[in-house]
């Protein structure tokens, strides 16, 4: 069971670039999300899902694309990446069910990124 | 939304000595709440959840949290640090009834000295 895998781990890109940060979880969770960690910023929600065809905004999702085609996987899209984006991201999901803030998140390893 | 601080961005214990990291939550409603550790190059786990129920809760790896609505905290402790518990400590909450707006804290790093 390998949980949640995110690749690549590290990328660094220049200024205007675009690349995919990729996510793929085995473990049949209808809810995905992306986090990005900055220092003394704890994680801050960019976006999420609670199932195929569905996403939604959290908190900083400026400048990133999401889309959920199975229930699998959730790519991130960065389309013209900027020095503000050089952060570690993670990927995490957890089941949805009746009483779903109570689910546990799951994360990847994560995804160093460097926008030069 | 949620709001969560974290008092103390940096933790120094020495091996043995009691953990304490601070946690408080802005909510008239009590959220659920969690704690989770990320070890150097890693992504996060979990130690331990509140949802309801026992105000005190058990974790792994011997920490413990409580819930005290009254001072809206959910401090982490653990009676005797390790060298092994070195890592950065997050606090989290959520709107009971939605994942979909988990707040974390800021981080607290935690250094146990030999």
């Known amino acids: 069971n390998a949980g949640v895998t995110q690749t690549p781990k590290f990328q660094v890109l220049k200024t205007g670039q675009s690349m995919t940060l990729q996510c793929a979880q085995d473990?049949?969770?209808?809810?995905m999300s992306w986090y990005r960690q900055d220092p003394g910023m704890g994680l801050r929600l960019i976006h999420y899902s609670v199932g195929a065809g569905i996403t939604d905004q959290g908190e900083v999702p400026n400048g990133y694309n999401v889309s959920r085609s199975t229930t699998e996987d959730f790519p991130l899209r960065l389309l013209s990446a900027a020095p503000s984006q050089t952060s570690v991201y993670f990927c995490a999901s957890s089941p949805v069910g009746t009483d779903s803030g109570a689910n546990v998140l799951t994360f990847g390893a994560g995804s160093r990124l460097t926008v030069l | 939304a949620q709001s969560v601080t974290q008092l103390g961005s940096h933790v120094s214990v020495s091996e043995g000595a009691l953990v304490l990291l601070r946690c408080n939550y802005s909510?008239?409603?009590?959220?659920?709440l969690f704690w989770y550790v990320q070890y150097p190059n890693q992504g996060l786990q979990l130690l331990l959840k509140?949802?309801?129920?026992?105000?005190l809760v058990k974790g792994i790896n011997g920490f413990e949290a409580e819930f005290k609505k009254s001072e809206t905290s959910f401090h982490l402790t653990k009676p005797s640090a390790h060298m092994s518990d070195a890592a950065e400590y997050f606090c989290?909450?959520?709107?009971?009834?939605?994942?979909?707006?988990?707040?974390f804290g800021s981080g607290t790093q935690l250094t146990v000295l030999p």
């Open positions: 909510s008239s409603v009590p959220p659920y």
């Open positions: 473990m049949n969770h209808e809810y």
């Open positions: 509140y949802t309801t129920g026992a105000t």
């Open positions: 989290a909450a959520v709107s009971s009834g939605s994942a979909r707006q988990l707040t």
